[in-house]
């Protein structure tokens, strides 16, 4: 019995051998295929509407007695040409995307498979999944570059008739876990329809850039003179160079050590990017050596730099430090490793000497260098050196006696 294939329209194509009679139901005659062999002509008959399968008719289905259907005869003593589908990687590089502290990529980084058909007549393509990627969490599949009427459902790749190549993309999500870079896909072929030949598969890797920031002192010494003075930057930047940041952070510095700075006594703060912009600092609780900044914008940047500017307070002292903690507001909770906390750096602001008119000796007697009258040192048992910092006509008076 002749491969009865309904397709649009009233137009049949009939697979049968030469010399064989076959018959239409409803058509006023016969058909020798003897006479019509690789022929198409136009006869009465009844007409099954339907959605096919490859040759398989899986509804719904309607018929009609037309009085023009186009029928096609191929002759089926010369071998049919071979239908095929190959499958291959056509991109086998794939980035998850990040959410919480990076802006997502303008372009996606999707990895790509290519299905190459040859002499396709319509139907489903079956995929089959392996890797240690999870479909659904780790990435979604979607249709790339295909012919019209293309669908993907579930793992069916329905392609309509006539079709050379569909891309399919494997799409990473981010998962906001940061250790599970290097996950792989990989997609095979599982079904195809009756009388097509399949080969090949495809795989791809999903690299996962740590999704965290990273603060730096830039230069790590901040000059505390009168004029011109020297400022420091806490520079803070995606580890991933090529993202974006976004959203709030602050700092939170410890000014309980001997040789710490305090803030708004010794150093203000002052955001950079896009303009100029003052950070304010507090002590976490009244009296408390532990201090916060106001939350600050790293939105849509790729640094910012958070700019120390010494206060010249005149007084001669050791160097002090700035250890600052960067953190994200508000504090996201992750998977381990917690990218809450990014990491630290220290600026340490100098003292110009010869700006200072305030000195003050290890017994916190101090004095100043520029009024009127003398300078005293209160020696309290001590022994002490004196080094002239100013000009020839420096004078020392030691007990009474001048030198």
């Known amino acids: 019995m002749p491969d009865f294939q309904v397709f649009a329209g009233n137009s049949i194509q009939i697979y049968a051998q030469e010399d064989e009679t076959i ?5 006023s005659n016969p058909i020798d ?3 019509y062999e690789n022929d198409i002509l136009s006869i009465t008959a009844e007409v099954t509407y339907c ?3 490859g040759s398989v ?7 009609v007695t037309s009085p023009v259907v186009t029928l096609t005869i191929i002759d089926t003593d010369t071998p049919p040409p071979s239908r095929t589908v190959a499958l291959a990687t056509s991109d086998g590089s794939a980035k998850e995307p990040h959410s919480v502290y990076y802006l997502p990529s303008a372009t996606e980084d999707n990895g790509e498979a290519t299905f190459t058909f040859t002499n396709w007549l319509g139907g489903t393509v079956g995929l089959a999944l392996g890797g240690n990627a999870t479909l659904g969490s780790d990435y979604l599949l979607s249709l790339g570059v295909a012919p019209a009427g293309t669908t993907l459902t579930g793992l069916n790749l329905f392609v309509p008739a006539g079709a050379t190549s569909v891309k399919l993309l494997v799409r990473p999500l981010d998962d906001l876990i940061e250790t599970d870079s290097g996950e792989t896909v990989s997609i095979a072929i599982a079904s195809v329809p009756a009388g097509v030949t399949s080969s090949g598969t495809a ?9 965290t920031l990273k603060i730096v002192a830039t230069p790590a010494d901040s000059l505390e003179y009168r004029v011109d003075p020297v400022f420091a930057d806490f520079q803070i930047t995606p580890v991933d160079g090529t993202a974006k940041m976004k959203g709030l952070v602050f700092l939170e510095i410890d000014a309980s050590a001997m040789d710490a700075a305090i803030p708004i006594d010794d150093y203000s703060l002052e955001g950079q990017r896009p303009s100029p912009f003052p950070i304010p600092i507090y002590p976490v609780t009244p009296g408390s050596k532990l201090y916060r900044t ?3 914008s790293i939105n849509d940047l790729d640094f910012q730099l ?3 500017k010494p206060v010249n307070d005149r007084i001669l002292e050791q160097d002090e430090k700035i250890k600052a903690t960067l953190k994200s507001f508000p504090r996201y909770t992750l998977p381990s490793p917690d990218p809450g906390i990014f990491g630290d750096a220290t600026i340490t602001i100098k003292d110009n000497y010869l700006d200072s008119e305030t000195k003050a000796d290890a017994g916190a007697c101090s004095c100043c260098c520029s009024c009127a009258g003398d300078v005293s040192i209160d020696k309290r048992d001590a022994d002490v050196t004196i080094t002239s910092l100013g000009n020839a006509n420096t004078r020392f008076r030691a007990e009474g006696q001048d030198s």
Do not use: H, K, Q, S
């Open 294 to 296: 106001d939350p600050f």
């Open 57 to 63: 008719c899986i509804g719904p289905t309607m018929t």
């Open 203 to 211: 795989n791809v890797t999903i690299a996962d850039a740590p999704e």
């Open 51 to 53: 959605i096919f399968n």
């Open 23 to 27: 018959a239409l139901p409803g058509a």
């Open 33 to 35: 295929t003897l006479d």
């Open 306 to 308: 958070v700019r120390v």
